[in-house]
């Protein structure tokens, strides 16, 4: 696993209509072996070649970011999926007792913590929703003092039951702090924050798992989530990651999602993926590939 310096701007915006959407990068990309998060190996990956080098490296390595989404819209600025956080005892050494600069990077791009006022999340995984919390005075503490937290109601029940991978400490220090602060709204699928802003049941990767979709003035965009990781499951989707619930339903999710909006101009904005980050699915063959938004 290595880190891609200085390849990838922090910040980088999308125009979606009226609304304004605003990537902020946690760290710098990583360069990893598909097998750590894909049920795919690197002869799969080289098979492709539109892959690289955005994706992909000549050796079949896969590139992935980890990366937050900031929305503005209707007056609202909505943090989506607040990454994995600083000072968090995790099993992975991908994100254990992280030390990075998200929040300051976050502030520079016009965002400081007390500004937010929605935080939502595409599920309640461990670097989907590390930075709902900070460590101050040896007590974890809502990031995000004057927001409302939206869980959906199906993942947050699961989420405090979960037995797997970090799961467990995932609840005790980023989710469980923000319920007892009173700041959570358990929301059902299809919540609309405003009529430009809702979420889409998308099941498969964990029972709750939504994308975000934004719709202004005739134009579309939609943040994934881990619906999917990698632009390798665009044109093999088929391929789920080693970390969903329902492979099978994950298929079914991926498969109707990229029909559905394949050959449109809706803005498809990965929440693992790598530069570009933001693309337009289109046909190829049987299946589909990306191009750049």
Not at 68 to 94: H, Y
Not at 100 to 124: K, M, N, R, W, Y
Not at 206 to 233: F, N, R, Y
Not at 254 to 283: D, I, M, Q
Request: hydrophobic residues 40%; proline residues 6%.
């Amino acid at each position: 696993m290595t880190n891609n310096k200085a390849t990838t701007l922090t910040f980088k915006k999308w125009q979606v209509g009226d609304v304004t959407v605003t990537r902020v990068l946690e760290m710098d990309p990583l360069t990893i072996a598909p097998e750590w998060l894909l049920k795919t190996d690197v002869e799969t990956v080289k098979k492709h070649a539109w892959l690289k080098p955005n994706f992909a490296t000549e050796e079949g390595q896969i590139i992935v970011n980890i990366q937050a989404f900031i929305i503005e819209a209707g007056g609202l600025k909505i943090m989506v999926d607040p990454c994995i956080g600083n000072d968090k005892p995790r099993e992975s050494p991908l994100f254990a007792m992280h030390k990075g600069p998200f929040l300051e990077h976050l502030t520079q791009a016009g965002f400081p913590p007390e500004s937010i006022d929605i935080v939502l999340c595409t599920h309640l995984h461990v670097d989907h929703v590390g930075w709902s919390t900070r460590l101050v005075e040896g007590k974890w503490v809502p990031t995000f003092p004057n927001a409302r937290y939206l869980f959906a109601r199906v993942e947050y029940e699961n989420a405090k039951v979960d037995k797997g991978p970090e799961a467990e400490a995932t609840y005790l220090d980023s989710i469980k702090p923000v319920v007892d602060a009173g700041l959570v709204t358990l929301v059902e699928f299809d919540h609309h924050i405003n009529d430009e802003v809702w979420i889409d049941s998308t099941p498969g990767h964990t029972a709750g798992h939504c994308c975000i979709h934004i719709s202004s003035k005739g134009q579309e965009a939609l943040i994934t989530g881990d619906m999917m990781h990698h632009p390798v499951q665009i044109c093999e989707p088929d391929v789920c990651s080693t970390f969903c619930a329902d492979q099978d339903q994950a298929r079914r999710t991926r498969k109707s999602f990229l029909g559905k909006y394949s050959g449109t101009s809706a803005v498809v904005l990965g929440t693992h993926f790598a530069e570009p980050t933001g693309v337009r699915v289109t046909p190829h063959g049987d299946v589909w590939r990306v191009e750049e938004a």
